[in-house]
C-alpha cells in the first residue's frame, strides 16, 4: 500500500498541477489585454501577445537553469550511451502511442484522410512493428493535439506563457495538453484503471522530454548562439510553428502576393473571362 502510494505520488502532482493549470489559464484568457484598434497597435500586440512578458522571461531563466542542470546533460548521456536502433526504436514507440490522441483530434478537426493515415500506420507499426518499436509504413505521419482542434474550432490563443520544464504553453495550448493527457489518452485511463501501473504515465513523459532534448541539442544551442534575445527568438519560433501545424502545412492566407505563379494564374482568368464574353451584335 505504501509502495503504491509513493508510485502515485509525481503523477498525482502532475495532475494536480494541471487542473491548476486549466484554471489558470481559463482565467488568463478571460482576463488577458484588450485588442487594440489601430491598425498597427493591433499587429504589434498581436506579434507579441504578452502581458506577463516580466513574468514570462523569470520562468524562461528558470527553465534554462534546469536545462542546464538536469535535462541537457541527461539528455546529451541518453544520445552518446543509447545505440541510435534502440534510440529509434523508442522514438517510434512513443509516436505510436501518440496515435490514438491524434487520432480523435483529426476526427474532431475534420481532416479525415489524415485520420485514416493515422489508423493506418498504427495498425501497421501495432501488429507488424512489434508494438510501435518499428515503423513499418511509409504512410504519411501526422502530429495533432486538442490545442490545434480548439485553434480550428475558433478559439483565441490567449496570452503568452511560459512554464518551466513545459516550455511556452499559451492558455488554449494549456488547456489541450491537459484534455489530450488526462481525458483523450487511452494510456492514461489503462494506467488509472491499476494502482500498479500509475507510474507509466510520468515514465513516459521523461523519456519523451528526455528524448526531444537529445534530439535537438545543436538546434537549441544554434537558437541560443544565433539570437540576440534569445526569448523573444523561442517566443516568435513557437508561434511560427504553431501556426504552421494548425494550418496542417497549407499556405497562410496572403501567401499567393508572393507566389511567382499567382500572376500567370491572374492572366490566364482574365484571358478566359475575354474569350467567354459574347461579340456584340452589330448595330441594325
Not at 1 to 28: E, K, N
Request: proline share 7%; with cysteine.
Amino acid at each position: 500500500m505504501i509502495s503504491a502510494r509513493v508510485q502515485a505520488t509525481p503523477w498525482l502532482a502532475i495532475r494536480t498541477f494541471a487542473r491548476i493549470a486549466v484554471i489558470l489559464a481559463v482565467a488568463l484568457i478571460a482576463a488577458c489585454a484588450t485588442v487594440p484598434d489601430d491598425p498597427e497597435e493591433r499587429a504589434a500586440f498581436e506579434e507579441t501577445n504578452d502581458p506577463l512578458e516580466p513574468m514570462n522571461r523569470y520562468f524562461f531563466e528558470v527553465h534554462r537553469g534546469l536545462d542546464e542542470l538536469i535535462f541537457k546533460p541527461f539528455a546529451t548521456v541518453y544520445r552518446g550511451a543509447v545505440p541510435n536502433f534502440i534510440q529509434d526504436g523508442i522514438r517510434n514507440f512513443l509516436d505510436n502511442l501518440a496515435s490514438p490522441v491524434i487520432f480523435i483530434n483529426q476526427l474532431l478537426q475534420g481532416e479525415v484522410d489524415a485520420a485514416g493515415d493515422t489508423f493506418g500506420r498504427f495498425l501497421a507499426n501495432t501488429f507488424i512493428g512489434l508494438g510501435g518499436l518499428f515503423d513499418v509504413t511509409d504512410i504519411p505521419k501526422h502530429d495533432e493535439d486538442f490545442g490545434q482542434t480548439l485553434a480550428v474550432w475558433g478559439a483565441s490563443e490567449g496570452p503568452y506563457l511560459f512554464i518551466p520544464v513545459l516550455g511556452p504553453r499559451p492558455p488554449r495550448n494549456l488547456a489541450g495538453l491537459a484534455v489530450d493527457s488526462f481525458v483523450l489518452d487511452p494510456v492514461y485511463w489503462w494506467a488509472e484503471s491499476d494502482k500498479g501501473k500509475s507510474w507509466v504515465p510520468p515514465v513516459r513523459f521523461i523519456l519523451d522530454g528526455i528524448d526531444f532534448r537529445a534530439r535537438n541539442i545543436e538546434t537549441f544551442d544554434e537558437i541560443e548562439r544565433s539570437s540576440i534575445d534569445y526569448y523573444a527568438a523561442v517566443r516568435s519560433l513557437y508561434r511560427q510553428q504553431r501556426a504552421e501545424k494548425i494550418r496542417n502545412g497549407r499556405p497562410a492566407e496572403g501567401d499567393d502576393e508572393d507566389d511567382p505563379w499567382a500572376k500567370f494564374d491572374e492572366d490566364d482568368d482574365e484571358q478566359e473571362s475575354e474569350d467567354e464574353e459574347p461579340a456584340k451584335k452589330p448595330s441594325e
